[in-house]
């Protein structure tokens, strides 16, 4: 858990833009008197998408490598190998 932590740390000073409008919430709260509910919505929605798209992209890194199966060659004319053509006519 220590790694998804730091990913999300390091997620959220990535992304700080997307804490934008919250704060814009926050200044007109100061000078117009907006209930301050807006600002903490926005950013709990802020956090949750971040923690959201963090979360998902530790789960898709963390899924193991599967190897790739061999598929039956179909291609009649390598079937044989590299084989020279006999050109004689």
């Not at 963090?54 to 060659?73: A, F, Y």
Request: no cysteine; charged share 10%; aromatic share 12%.
């Amino acid at each position: 858990m220590g790694t998804l932590f730091r990913s999300f740390m390091i997620n959220i000073l990535l992304d700080m833009w997307g804490a934008i409008p919250a704060v814009i919430l926050l200044v007109l709260h100061f000078f117009l008197g907006v209930p301050l509910w807006f600002f903490v919505m926005a950013l709990a929605g802020w956090l949750v998408i971040v923690g959201t798209m963090t979360v998902l992209m530790h789960l898709i890194t963390s899924q193991p490598d599967t190897p790739h199966k061999q598929k039956k060659n179909m291609n009649p004319y390598s079937k044989k190998g590299y084989e020279t053509p006999d050109i004689q006519r």
